[in-house]
């Protein structure tokens, strides 16, 4: 029988990977809590109006969602982004009306497109999101929230900000309306795909990734010159606030983003160690999402991370270190070995319950048993062999500081543990 593969663009996560990926969902965790932001679970799979009714026109509904009509006939899709989700999730659970939420969540999304570094088929996001705030302030917080991430992790001068104001809807609809007359006067320097977002989403035009589109935006209308005076007002508070707080930005009149909910702020964080898949961080305002969704008018704002491009980033700068979450490896080298391995096992745990203590139970050689001590990269290799057990005894060896090994009591280990864990 032929082995079973994964789906294209599907991949596993495998054990030595998993722990880069814990580090980093500890780190990001850490610093949203610290911020006063609650943890949001809501479904992978939600009714595929969710996403049609709040990005109608985007390229994630027209072209990239997996869905699916389920056993009752009832359109389905697995989530291709969050926002929408947690919307829908803070309506039905009726969090705004009590409240103004600031929320993080994490987990995987889905787009049908093709894979390539940074992108994959099932990707991993990790967002932010704050409801009932209308204020510069909260886009001043999450933008500082997202550059403490950076310095956390060691990375703030590999990442550049780049912010825009895409103002109201009136704004994006004088703003497009200009954009399509420019664009038909030069209709024969366009490729298709700036002809078909002509009339599916204009603004999304900005955002080409072809040099000769955007040398001939350069010379067409810019979206400032359609900001009302609230908008105008709004970035400049925003702009002061970063200043203030030392954020390095570039304001960029091109920057749109992939969704068709965002208005007014919207901002990215960027790296020039990845290649074209060059955006780390996302977001910006949906002032009228959730109204969109049926809830009541509801100003939002958020961002999402992309997990998988952000640990290419760590790895190109060598911030992933070969770390364990191992304190101890056990060695055993005969059977009566292992069955007293798990019961001091035991015994350490009702002293110290958060040690993390693996037991070799396969009983290879001496030599085999402590290379897989020294690739476990644990703190510590407790030793239990004919001698030991003869004598009431455990070895000792520090893997860290590669010590000398020493002879202790069990008593003797706890002391030891004791210094080292208090």
């Known amino acids: 029988m032929s082995k079973v593969q994964t789906l294209r663009g599907m991949n596993d996560i495998r054990p030595d990977e998993s722990k880069d990926w814990s580090y980093l969902e500890d780190t990001l965790k850490s610093v949203v809590k610290s911020y006063g932001y609650d943890e949001?679970?809501?479904?992978?799979?939600?009714?595929?109006?969710?996403y049609t009714r709040s990005n109608e026109a985007a390229d994630i509904v027209t072209k990239e969602m997996y869905t699916f009509e389920d056993?009752?006939?009832?359109?389905?899709?697995?989530?291709?982004?969050?926002?929408?989700?947690?919307?829908?999730?803070?309506?039905?659970?009726?969090?705004?009306?009590?409240?103004?939420?600031?929320?993080?969540?994490s987990g995987p999304m889905f787009r049908y497109e093709r894979p390539q570094k940074g992108r994959s088929r099932q990707f991993h996001q990790f967002s932010a999101e704050a409801f009932?705030?209308?204020?510069?302030?909260?886009?001043?917080?999450?933008?500082?929230?997202?550059?403490?991430?950076?310095?956390?992790?060691?990375?703030?001068?590999?990442?550049?900000?780049?912010?825009?104001?895409?103002?109201?809807e009136t704004t994006r609809n004088m703003f497009s309306d200009a954009l399509v007359q420019f664009l038909k006067k030069n209709k024969d320097k366009l490729d298709e795909e700036t002809i078909r977002k002509m009339s599916e989403n204009p603004l999304r035009i900005l955002d080409s990734?072809?040099?000769?589109?955007?040398?001939?935006?350069?010379?067409?209308?810019?979206?400032?010159?359609?900001?009302?005076?609230?908008?105008?007002?709004?970035?400049?508070?925003?702009?002061?606030?970063?200043?203030?707080?030392?954020?390095?930005?570039?304001?960029?009149?091109?920057l749109v983003r992939g969704l068709d909910y965002y208005n007014q702020t919207v901002f990215e964080w960027k790296t020039n160690l990845l290649g074209s898949q060059d955006t780390v961080l996302g977001g910006g305002r949906y002032d009228s999402l959730v109204e969109e969704l049926g809830g009541k008018p509801c100003p939002a704002i958020g961002f999402s991370?992309?997990?998988?491009?952000?640990?290419?980033?760590?790895?190109?700068?060598?911030?992933?270190?070969?770390?364990s979450s191992l304190d101890i490896y056990f060695l055993c080298f005969n059977e009566t070995a292992t069955q007293e391995a798990i019961m001091?096992?035991?015994?350490?745990?009702?002293?110290?319950?958060?040690?993390?203590?693996?037991i070799?139970?396969?009983?290879?050689?001496?030599?085999?048993?402590?290379?897989k001590a020294d690739k476990s990269n644990a703190r510590m290799a407790l030793i239990l062999g004919e001698d030991e057990l003869n004598n009431d005894k455990i070895s000792y060896k520090d893997l860290r500081t590669k010590s000398d090994q020493e002879s202790l009591t069990f008593q003797d280990l706890l002391i030891k543990l004791k210094q080292l864990y208090k």
């Open 40 to 50: 949001i679970r809501f479904p992978i799979v939600e009714k595929t109006e969710l």
């Open 71 to 105: 056993k009752g006939g009832e359109s389905i899709s697995l989530r291709p982004e969050g926002t929408a989700g947690c919307v829908r999730a803070a309506i039905e659970s009726d969090l705004l009306r009590t409240d103004k939420p600031r929320l993080w969540y």
């Open 132 to 168: 009932g705030l209308k204020s510069p302030e909260i886009d001043a917080e999450l933008i500082i929230m997202s550059s403490r991430i950076w310095k956390n992790l060691g990375i703030y001068e590999d990442l550049r900000l780049e912010i825009n104001n895409l103002g109201n």
């Open 209 to 254: 990734k072809s040099s000769l589109i955007q040398n001939l935006l350069k010379k067409g209308p810019s979206i400032d010159d359609y900001l009302d005076d609230e908008a105008k007002i709004f970035q400049t508070k925003l702009l002061g606030l970063l200043d203030r707080a030392k954020i390095k930005y570039t304001v960029n009149r091109q």
């Open 305 to 323: 991370i992309g997990m998988e491009r952000l640990l290419l980033l760590l790895k190109e700068r060598g911030k992933l270190e070969k770390f």
């Open 344 to 358: 001091y096992s035991e015994n350490l745990k009702e002293h110290f319950p958060d040690l993390n203590i693996k």
């Open 360 to 371: 070799n139970l396969g009983l290879e050689s001496a030599s085999s048993q402590f290379k």
